[in-house]
């Protein structure tokens, strides 16, 4: 009789020798893998099995109007969850791959992780994430994690060594033009395209008067001000449009996202996190996922997490935050009085 692990590594290896052979293979000279033999296809996620019960029984959507804002680990039987904090603003509800749905309340945010916790009202007895084992997974591991619509598992591998990511700025999106007391604040020449000044509201022409209620007439104290905020913070910004006084919440943008959007790579990336960078420690891999997915759980083989995607970088790179450091964001949120969003 074959146990799970002797399963697992007979498809393991069919896997491999197909990639390979996939890999060194003259271009025309074998016909192409048929999809359901690719690394996330049916065949190649039925040796993922446990892992992929593991993962979707663990995991939540977390649901705003209907529509997906990012995932959720279920860190407790009594229904606390952790997400990505700059995803999740707003979500009403959390909703299990068995389709049951939950209220859910909000109980704090942890600035330097970008996570948050969240409580899903009157659940008991639901199914927790298994942590593994703190190790420092090797370039290559297999990782496994759930899509954001909790229906299947994508596949991939651990791309570089675990590091800490340091600290970018978020930004407006916008190009400043003049500025002075006799202007009366500092003039938005030009607001990039899908910026978070764009989605804001904000227009060409605009001179905006304050920041966080701090009055700005010079372009380094305005620069100075957003800078001291992390992509996915929402920043009050107060404009003069002609005679009207307007105000905006802004939730700002990553920098290299905004200036490089119009490159042919950004182009193939698609829609990134708000926030990837100034992370305390990262583990990167490749797994293929959208910023929707983002809170939710990276696992090994053996259905155990190793902690939970915090940043979709660009099409072939996920950051995930180690366990450790969900860990101590979660004992420090529970401890804390519950804040309003």
């Not at 663990?58 to 039987?77: D, E, M, N, P, Y």
């Not at 209220?103 to 704090?108: A, D, E, L, N, V």
């Not at 009207?244 to 959007?261: E, N, Q």
């Not at 992370?279 to 293929?288: G, Y």
Request: aromatic share 6%; proline share 4%; glycine share 10%.
């Amino acid at each position: 009789m074959h146990t799970y692990p002797h399963r697992f590594y007979n498809h393991l290896k069919i896997i491999c020798f197909l990639l390979f052979i996939g890999s060194i293979s003259p271009l025309g000279a074998i016909d192409p893998l048929p999809l359901e033999q690719r690394r996330n296809g049916s065949e190649t996620l039925q040796a993922f099995e446990e892992s992929s019960k593991a993962s979707l029984s663990s995991t939540v959507r977390l649901v705003s109007k209907g529509r997906t804002l990012a995932l959720g680990t279920i860190v407790s039987r009594k229904g606390y969850v952790m997400t990505k904090a700059s995803s999740s603003i707003g979500a009403e509800e959390a909703i299990l791959a068995d389709g049951t749905r939950y209220k859910i309340s909000f109980k704090g945010k942890d600035q330097d992780t970008d996570l948050a916790l969240l409580k899903m009202k009157k659940a008991k007895k639901l199914t927790a994430v298994s942590w593994a084992e703190e190790v420092d997974h090797e370039e290559g591991s297999w990782l496994v994690s759930a899509d954001f619509t909790l229906k299947r598992l994508k596949v991939g591998v651990v791309g570089a060594k675990s590091r800490p990511i340091d600290r970018v700025g978020g930004v407006i999106g916008v190009i400043l033009g003049q500025d002075g007391e006799d202007l009366g604040g500092v003039m938005i020449q030009q607001v990039m395209p899908r910026s978070a000044g764009a989605a804001a509201g904000l227009e060409n022409g605009d001179i905006v008067t304050s920041v966080e209620a701090q009055k700005v007439t010079e372009r380094e104290k305005m620069i100075e001000l957003v800078g001291s905020n992390n992509p996915g913070d929402v920043v009050a910004i107060q404009v003069k449009r002609g005679k009207k006084i307007l105000s905006f919440r802004v939730t700002l943008g990553h920098r290299s996202v905004v200036f490089d959007m119009m490159s042919r790579n950004a182009r193939m990336s698609g829609p990134v996190s708000k926030r990837k960078d100034n992370f305390p420690m990262i583990i990167q891999h490749d797994v293929s996922l959208p910023p929707t997915a983002m809170g939710g759980a990276v696992l090994d083989l053996n259905g155990k997490a190793l902690g939970i995607n915090v940043a979709r970088v660009d099409r072939v790179t996920t950051y995930a935050l180690p366990t450790k450091f969900v860990l101590e964001s979660f004992n420090k949120l529970r401890r804390t009085k519950t804040k309003s969003k």
